[in-house]
């Protein structure tokens, strides 16, 4: 029998996908959910197995019963250290491109995770592939207010990821503050591709219509980060958790407050120090991933469109202004919306329903007043249904159930916030099915209008994003 030498994976011989890319992450959960999109199914089918999920029975128990409850769930599903040597990324890269439906396009979005990015896909009736994908990995003996022991821990581990996988750059995040107690119990990898998995360029060649375009979507956001060594760097805290850099210092009120309600205790806090310019932060393409996209499309004669994005509520309000666009042109009103959040979110119940999407990255406070200022700048809607997704975790920087309140309030004759999501917010947490259950309530809106053409959209991207600082090249 052929042997694989410790250390790395022949090809197939890895670790499934399903297995290696953390339950409830944004990669996955967008892939699943825009391919199901273009199946013309919803997300019924998607709860978050093994992610720390259904916890509301522990809504009002005490905070170290709760936190054993989280870590214990997620435990269930997160790699052992030993199998981090047994991940194969082109395994990866074939389990997202063959959950697709094997028809041919007419172009593909690739690149940063965004929820907006898969009803961009759906308006196009296109797929959308991650430029990278995340994975969580046991940390035995760990602490939530231990970075330089987390980032040693990391250390070893990426190094036996990258024995079998060099196309790979490793950005480990440890972050209290969007994680809680589970940065002390797992550590989360945020793999990049520094090239084109094979199995993309192949998904492109067998499945593009001749001269379709792709688009890469790029999150421009940066933050500041430790050189670990080649492939492997470290960054404390994340632009998801709503906070700043510096609200991670060791003095920072905010971060006591993060801490004490992650179980961990502030005296301990001493991260690495970070000398160097601001990076891309974990969502960002590499570098080499875009060039090798460049390439590619250039060989094979596909026109290649970038989306910048300076910030998600930017790609999040100009894909919100092209549905209204879009269902109107359709002969819908276009006057119902729905505020998304984090994994709440269904594609294809949607546009069955003749609704405008609008999604928040998560719960913050950041997260709800843009699409508050969103609202107060378009047109009026005569219905407004929010889906708040609980973090399952308290911060200070997160909003308050009346500050959903005020988004709905928006609209004009149904002000709607989901009752479920709402209950035992914030510490709960609800799968991405509620979203669907939720939406198949909508009244229906068929049939759904045409595909979007490509230069519509990139149009209607430029004339709505361009006051938000999205940049479409």
């Known amino acids: 029998m052929h042997k694989v030498r410790k250390g790395l994976t022949a090809d197939g011989a890895g670790l499934a996908g399903d297995r290696v890319v953390a339950a409830g992450s944004a990669a996955r959960v967008l892939v699943a959910a825009t391919a199901r999109a273009l199946r013309g199914t919803d997300c019924a089918d998607l709860g978050h197995?093994?992610?720390p999920g259904p916890l509301s029975r522990f809504a009002g128990a005490p905070e170290p019963v709760r936190r054993a409850a989280v870590i214990r769930?997620?435990?269930r599903v997160a790699l052992t250290p030993g199998q981090t040597a047994e991940v194969d990324a082109g395994r990866v890269a074939r389990w997202f491109a063959d959950q697709y439906p094997r028809r041919r396009y007419p172009g593909a979005l690739?690149?940063?995770?965004?929820g907006a990015a898969a009803h961009l896909a759906m308006a196009l009736g296109v797929p959308w592939l991650p430029a990278g994908f995340e994975m969580t990995v046991h940390w035995a003996q760990g602490a939530v207010?231990?970075?330089q022991a987390a980032l040693d821990h990391g250390a070893t581990l990426t190094a036996r990821l990258l024995g079998g996988n060099a196309d790979l750059h490793v950005r480990q995040v440890h972050c209290p503050a969007s994680r809680g107690a589970l940065a002390g119990a797992t550590v989360a990898l945020a793999a990049r591709w520094r090239s084109v998995p094979a199995a993309y360029a192949r998904f492109l060649a067998d499945r593009l219509e001749p001269g379709a375009p792709v688009l890469l979507l790029?999150?421009?956001?940066t933050w500041p980060v430790f050189d670990s060594a080649p492939g492997h760097s470290f960054q404390v805290g994340c632009p998801g958790s709503g906070l700043d850099p510096v609200d991670f210092h060791p003095d920072s009120h905010a971060l006591r407050q993060v801490l004490r309600s992650a179980g961990g205790d502030g005296t301990q806090w001493a991260p690495p120090e970070v000398t160097a310019p601001p990076e891309p932060?974990?969502?960002g393409v590499d570098s080499g991933f875009e060039a090798g996209v460049r390439e590619w499309t250039g060989r094979h004669g596909h026109p290649l469109h970038r989306v910048l994005v300076p910030r998600p509520e930017a790609l999040s309000a100009a894909t919100a202004d092209l549905y209204r666009r879009w269902l109107r042109a359709a002969g819908k009103t276009g006057d119902r919306l729905v505020v998304e959040c984090g994994r709440l979110l269904d594609p294809?119940?949607?546009v069955r329903a003749g609704m405008?999407?609008?999604w928040c990255e998560n719960a913050t406070r950041r997260s709800v007043e843009a699409v508050e200022w969103w609202l107060a700048g378009s047109e009026p809607f005569s219905s407004v249904d929010v889906l708040p997704e609980p973090p399952g975790l308290r911060s200070p920087a997160l909003a308050g159930l009346p500050q959903w309140l005020a988004v709905a309030g928006f609209g004009r004759r149904r002000r709607a916030l989901d009752r479920t999501s709402a209950r035992g917010y914030p510490v709960t947490s609800v799968p991405t099915r509620r979203a669907t259950e939720v939406l198949r309530a909508q009244p229906y809106d068929l049939p759904t209008p045409p595909p979007m053409t490509v230069p519509d959209a990139l149009a209607a991207l430029r004339d709505g994003g361009a006051h938000q600082g999205l940049l479409v090249c």
């Open 73 to 75: 769930a997620a435990g």
């Open 145 to 147: 207010d231990r970075p």
């Open 281 to 283: 932060a974990e969502h």
């Open 348 to 350: 294809w119940q949607v």
């Open 110 to 114: 690739i690149g940063s995770p965004h």
């Open 49 to 51: 197995p093994g992610h």
């Open 356 to 358: 405008v999407p609008y």
């Open 218 to 221: 790029r999150d421009a956001r």
